[in-house]
């Protein structure tokens, strides 16, 4: 089983729509959490860490839910530049600096 | 600033063939990353270096060797590619530090397409 888990996708999504995913996440000694973003062919980026109490950065709001073993990224106003993969990140306690990606969700965002 | 460079782009290996993948950063940065990205897979962690002067393994280091040159340069290097190790190669580099390992950010090189025939 992966350590980390997303649905692949692609969620097709309409310009000015929400959209929202989640990844989840095997070992319980998880403890800090992130988004990445990959757009195609290229590297990826940080997009946004994720706090225990949920936070937001502009149309992005993530979640984490420590007792199901998840975390949720939504996207809302969808524009066409959000087209792109999300990566899930988990680090685990005392792996210092080891992230563990999932495979990514793919999103693509049509006129 | 440049941020992390890597070279080259794209390679074309025959199987048993050597080669080193370059990587640079300009950032001061403490840490430095070698990882894999297969499709289906994610990223995988090939070696890594905390500080200068430092190399670990990761989770995927079978077949590979690395260098911390200075504080700038990591390197890795296959001795007799196999085409078990076609796969996109990424260096990334961070901070490092210690007391804000948990959130620090990592940053990516653009990446080389490499093809083991």
């Known amino acids: 089983r992966k350590e980390v888990e997303q649905d692949p996708g692609p969620f097709n999504v309409p310009e000015g729509a929400t959209v929202a995913f989640n990844c989840t996440y095997s070992?319980?000694?998880?403890?800090?959490f992130f988004w990445y973003r990959q757009d195609c062919r290229k590297e990826p980026k940080l997009l946004m860490s994720?706090?225990?109490s949920g936070n937001e950065d502009g149309r992005f709001t993530a979640q984490l839910n420590r007792a199901s073993q998840y975390i949720s990224l939504l996207i809302r106003d969808s524009k066409l530049s959000d087209s792109a993969t999300y990566l899930c990140?988990?680090?685990?306690?005392?792996?210092?600096?080891?992230?563990?990606f999932g495979a990514g969700t793919q999103v693509v965002v049509t006129p | 600033n440049a941020g992390v460079t890597q070279t080259p782009k794209f390679q074309v290996l025959k199987t048993g063939q050597s080669m080193t993948l370059q990587c640079a950063q300009d950032?001061?940065?403490?840490?430095m990353y070698w990882y894999r990205q297969d499709p289906g897979m994610g990223l995988r962690l090939i070696y890594y270096?905390?500080?200068?002067?430092?190399?670990d393994k990761g989770e995927v280091p079978n077949g590979y060797n690395v260098s911390r040159l200075n504080k700038r340069e990591f390197s890795l290097r296959l001795e007799s590619a196999a085409p078990s190790q076609t796969s996109v190669y990424f260096c990334?580099?961070?901070?490092?530090?210690?007391?804000?390992?948990?959130?620090?950010?990592?940053?990516f090189g653009p990446g080389t397409r490499l093809t083991v025939l």
């Open positions: 990334a580099s961070s901070v490092g530090s210690r007391r804000l390992a948990g959130a620090s950010e990592q940053f």
């Open positions: 070992n319980s000694a998880s403890q800090s």
């Open positions: 994720v706090y225990s």
């Open positions: 990140v988990v680090i685990l306690t005392d792996s210092w600096g080891k992230l563990q």
């Open positions: 950032m001061n940065h403490n840490s």
């Open positions: 270096s905390a500080s200068e002067g430092t190399t």
